[in-house]
């Protein structure tokens, strides 16, 4: 079974460039996250899934920052214009319900905003 | 949320037992106690979670004691592919998520 699968694995751009990343989460799951590591900072939680619909967004730091998951399957999150303290690695995570299991988590997209 | 509290580092002998301690003094009733790592800068990898009876599977065993205050991840047989960073993290069972709350965790350092 394939794992929760992100793209691009790294990005480079440049400031007030536009990036999109894109997850896969185990198919199946419902339920699909976004966290982010910024550098020197603890892994944050960003937003919560469930099919398509955001159920919590409380953690997308502005609105430079959009996340979409149309049809409930893959999921993209789109900040623009990107920003020097956007860069970091934004992880993606998927699970099958939303109290008993866990949640997986995929590679990361590593992010530099030069 | 109950927070964690967690040594920064610790060294562990290739082939002896790793114990991570984590500390939630505020955990409450219907909050799992989860535990995950992070290999280098992949991503975050599940590892064991419990609420109340101790847990084991093949990776790692989970110790909580009695109150619940505390808990310790216990890799049997430490390897140096086991050298990581840990989090110890509690979640309500009823949330309907996983909005976790990452600490610094434990930087686990296993030597040859």
């Known amino acids: 079974e394939a794992g929760v699968t992100q793209f691009p694995s790294h990005s480079v751009i440049e400031k007030g460039q536009t990036v999109t990343l894109r997850c896969d989460p185990i198919?199946?799951?419902?339920?699909l996250y976004w966290y982010r590591r910024v550098m020197g900072k603890e892994i944050k939680f960003l937003l919560h899934?469930?099919?398509?619909?955001?159920?919590?967004e409380s953690g997308m730091p502005n609105n430079r920052f959009l996340a979409e998951r149309t049809g409930g399957t893959y999921s993209t999150l789109k900040v623009q214009p990107a920003e020097l303290e956007d860069s970091g690695v934004y992880f993606c995570a998927s699970s099958q319900d939303g109290n008993r299991g866990t949640i997986y988590f995929g590679e990361g997209s590593w992010l530099t905003v030069v | 949320d109950a927070k964690t509290t967690q040594p920064t580092s610790m060294d562990c002998a290739e082939g002896r037992a790793a114990n991570l301690p984590c500390n939630h003094s505020t955990i409450s009733g219907n909050e799992y106690v989860y535990w995950y790592r992070q290999i280098h800068s992949q991503g975050p990898q599940y590892i064991i979670h419990g609420l109340k009876n101790n847990e084991t599977n093949e990776m790692a065993s989970l110790i909580i004691t009695e109150d619940r205050k505390s808990s310790t991840l216990i890799l049997p047989h430490a390897t140096l592919r086991d050298t990581a960073v840990y989090y110890c993290?509690?979640?309500?069972?009823?949330?309907?998520?996983?909005?976790?709350?990452f600490g610094t965790g434990t930087r686990l350092k296993v030597l040859a």
């Open positions: 993290i509690v979640r309500p069972d009823t949330s309907g998520t996983y909005k976790y709350i």
């Open positions: 899934f469930v099919k398509e619909s955001k159920q919590d």
């Open positions: 198919s199946g799951h419902d339920n």
